[in-house]
């Protein structure tokens, strides 16, 4: 009986808490070329599903281009997961028509050291042709930030 407070505590602190949105400003840096760009994730609610923005763009969205969807998002005390697919229509460029291309994409951020972990999968489209087919992994160093 005397831990029943704690655990009404929990069961109704617990979902506000994973609610809030969390901020990053992450570096990338491939060959001689840095990037830094702020990432915000935001969890799924009842009313809202997972949102990840890159320096204010909203990752979901779809046009003319393709569509990028955010399939996922969990958060927990130690990692961040967002997993997302991107699909686009077939293309010509410089005269070489392809076809269409997906990319899958898992990410895991580790919440305690900051690293980002990225695996794509290419298939198909001018990002095979360019790129190469396959999965690819990347790791780039994250901090947390202030909320704006």
């Known amino acids: 009986m005397k831990y029943l407070h704690i655990l009404f505590l929990l069961l109704y602190a617990a979902p506000s808490l994973a609610a809030d949105s969390l901020f990053f400003t992450c570096e990338r840096t491939e060959k001689n070329y840095t990037e830094t760009y702020e990432l915000k994730v935001t969890p799924a609610s009842k009313k809202e599903k997972a949102k990840v923005f890159v320096d204010d763009r909203d990752l979901d969205q779809s046009d003319e281009f393709g569509r ?28 070489v028509q392809y076809g269409p291309g997906s990319v899958i994409t898992a990410i895991t951020i580790n919440r305690a050291t900051g690293q980002l972990r990225k695996a794509e999968t290419i298939k198909g489209g001018i990002l095979s042709a360019t790129l ?17």
């Open 68 to 95: 990028q969807t955010i399939k996922n998002v969990l958060i927990t005390e130690s990692t961040v997961l967002i997993s997302m697919e991107a699909h686009f229509p077939p293309e010509s460029f410089d005269g």
């Open 132 to 148: 190469g087919e396959g999965a690819r992994t990347y790791q780039e160093q994250c901090r947390p930030a202030k909320k704006p």
